[in-house]
Structure formats: C-alpha cells, structure tokens
C-alpha cells in the first residue's frame, strides 16, 4: 500500500507544474459561456490563484509522502 502513497505524491508534485494551464484554461472556458466577470476575476489576480493552487498541491502532496512514510515505519 505504501507504492500507492507513493504513486500519488509524485503525481501531486508533477501536477503542480502545471496550475498556469489550467488557469489560462477556466479564463478561456469563462468567456465562452460569457461568464466575463469570472474571466476579469481570473485575470485580475492570475498569480495568486497560481501561486494558491501549487501550494495546495503541494501541501497535498506531503500529506502523501507522510502517509507513506509513517506506514513504512508502522
């Protein structure tokens, strides 16, 4: 069970490469459905929304690997 622990902190750490895509992408998909408030939201505060979702990753993240370090050691 530790590998699945594992598995997924590596997966966490990866994805949070990649938060300015998805950002970019919600900006897009909220102007297609002419939602331009939420897009200028987006916009408007980029980075932050960046910056808080690798942390969220993050902190997932090493949950994960204290989870599978505390069953290695259980």
Known sequence: MIWVWLLLAVLFLVLA??????????IRFARWINWNWAADLLEDHFEAWVRFFRVLLLIIAAVFLIVAWR???A
């Open 17 to 26: 490469q990649f938060p300015s895509q998805v950002v970019r992408f919600r």
């Open 71 to 73: 069953e290695w050691y």
